[in-house]
């Protein structure tokens, strides 16, 4: 008994830490259809850092197709997703624009990926956040929110 109680407790030890490693370190993909995969990351405000990892699983270069993931309040995505695009190639970010709250280096092509790590010590927990492509045109579609509990 003592012995199965034992094994409860290790699996239960390795659960919990694989469910904080997934929540603090995410990934998610983009698409050769203007697509995110995810239209919502949550991440526990107990992360000390949270990582990003962008992967453009589709073929088309960046420069046809590119991707980047930028992380501002919901109030200034589109803001900053004009400035971006105003800004122009090859990155379509102003990146010492300081509404940016993280932003993958670049923009990415088919094959290629990228992160961020940032921590969430100045955003609040419940907050209004939103992520999304700042190549032209792409945060029309490729935006979700990114929520902090
Ligand atoms: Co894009």
Not at 55 to 82: E, Q
Not at 108 to 136: K, M
């Amino acid at each position: 008994m003592r012995k199965i109680f034992a094994i409860l407790i290790l699996a239960g030890s390795f659960l919990g830490q694989n469910s904080w490693a997934q929540d603090c370190n995410q990934v998610i993909e983009g698409n050769d259809l203007l697509q995110f995969n995810l239209s919502e990351i949550t991440v526990s405000s107990s992360c000390e850092e949270v990582t990003i990892t962008l992967k453009h699983v589709g073929a088309l270069p960046a420069n046809v197709m590119g991707h980047n993931w930028v992380l501002t309040k919901t109030t200034d995505y589109m803001p900053v997703a004009s400035a971006g695009q105003a800004f122009g190639p090859p990155g379509y970010l102003d990146t010492s624009d300081e509404r940016i709250i993280g932003a993958t280096p670049g923009m990415i092509g088919g094959g290629e990926e990228a992160s961020i790590t940032f921590n969430l010590t100045s955003l609040e927990v419940g907050g209004d956040y939103t992520f999304f492509c700042s190549f032209p045109g792409h945060y029309v579609l490729m935006n979700g929110k990114f929520i902090i509990q």
